[in-house]
């Protein structure tokens, strides 16, 4: 909770204060930790956040644009990287911060909550012939493209809810963390197009800066996709 207005600049995404603070809870334990997730090339962020948000009566009600003051708000962090995920939460429970800062603000802690999720849950299997997504916050997809095919830019950014580069996102962060490593049949059996996107639902696009110090201007999408 903030006892004043915290706003952000426009196509700033409030999400990236969440970032923020999480990079400053992992600083303050550790300065060399901290720097090693940030300025990691080429591999993925540790960790996953949920920006701030608050239940509404009609379910999720991310704060994209301002948090209003004296209005209680979540957020909430999902870590991959066992270490640093052990590091924060025996430090939460000998000695849980106070407050944490967003946008140079003050934000008391009205309560803090810590999950561990077995590698056993993970490890479920659940069967599903049609699933959704919602996505809540802009997303894309960074599409690598080898330099023989494109000169300049082999980074590009796709803005809809393509199954394939979202299932392979998510086998990239599996193996990059997590035990046991899945294996390169699974991509082969992407490849053959077996989940197909059957309709979409309320999906805009959103420009916004994705880096403050370069000013590099990012499209993501949100919205609901249906899935077979």
Same mark, same amino acid.
């Given at each position: 909770?903030?006892y004043?207005?915290?706003?952000?600049?426009?196509?700033?995404?409030?999400?990236?204060?969440?970032?923020?603070?999480?990079?400053?809870? @992992?600083?303050?334990?550790?300065?060399?930790?901290?720097?090693?997730?940030?300025?990691?090339?080429?591999?993925?962020?540790?960790?996953?956040?949920?920006?701030p948000?608050?239940?509404?009566a009609?379910?999720?009600?991310?704060?994209?644009?301002?948090?209003?003051?004296?209005?209680?708000?979540?957020?909430?962090?999902?870590?991959?990287?066992?270490n640093?995920?052990?590091m924060?939460?025996?430090? !939460?429970k000998?000695?849980?911060?106070?407050?944490?800062?967003?946008?140079? #603000?003050? +934000?008391?802690?009205?309560?803090?909550?810590?999950?561990?999720?077995?590698?056993?849950?993970?490890?479920q299997?659940?069967?599903h012939?049609?699933?959704?997504?919602?996505?809540? #916050?802009?997303?894309?997809?960074?599409?690598?493209?080898?330099?023989?095919?494109?000169k #300049?830019?082999?980074?590009?950014?796709?803005?809809?809810?393509?199954?394939?580069? @979202?299932?392979?996102? @998510?086998?990239?962060?599996?193996?990059? !963390?997590?035990?046991?490593?899945?294996?390169?049949?699974?991509?082969?059996?992407?490849?053959?197009?077996?989940? @197909?996107?059957?309709?979409?639902?309320?999906?805009?696009?959103? +420009?916004?800066?994705?880096?403050?110090?370069?000013n590099?201007?990012?499209?993501?999408?949100t919205g609901?996709?249906?899935? #077979?």
């Amino acid at each position: 909770m903030s006892y004043v207005d915290i706003r952000v600049k426009p196509k700033i995404f409030i999400g990236q204060l969440g970032r923020a603070a999480f990079y400053a809870m @992992l600083r303050s334990l550790s300065e060399e930790k901290a720097r090693e997730v940030h300025d990691r090339k080429g591999g993925y962020a540790p960790f996953s956040l949920k920006p701030p948000h608050m239940e509404a009566a009609k379910g999720l009600k991310v704060l994209n644009k301002i948090i209003p003051a004296n209005t209680p708000f979540n957020i909430e962090f999902d870590i991959l990287d066992s270490n640093i995920a052990k590091m924060l939460s025996e430090v !939460f429970k000998e000695a849980p911060p106070d407050k944490v800062i967003l946008a140079y #603000t003050e +934000c008391p802690i009205i309560e803090l909550s810590v999950k561990n999720v077995s590698r056993e849950e993970l490890l479920q299997v659940v069967s599903h012939k049609k699933f959704s997504l919602k996505f809540i #916050t802009p997303t894309y997809f960074r599409i690598h493209i080898p330099k023989e095919i494109r000169k #300049t830019r082999h980074i590009r950014a796709l803005p809809l809810p393509d199954p394939y580069h @979202l299932f392979v996102n @998510l086998y990239n962060l599996w193996n990059a !963390f997590l035990e046991p490593k899945i294996s390169q049949e699974y991509l082969e059996w992407l490849n053959q197009q077996p989940i @197909l996107i059957s309709r979409v639902k309320s999906i805009n696009t959103h +420009c916004f800066t994705e880096d403050n110090k370069t000013n590099v201007i990012t499209i993501g999408f949100t919205g609901i996709a249906f899935y #077979t």
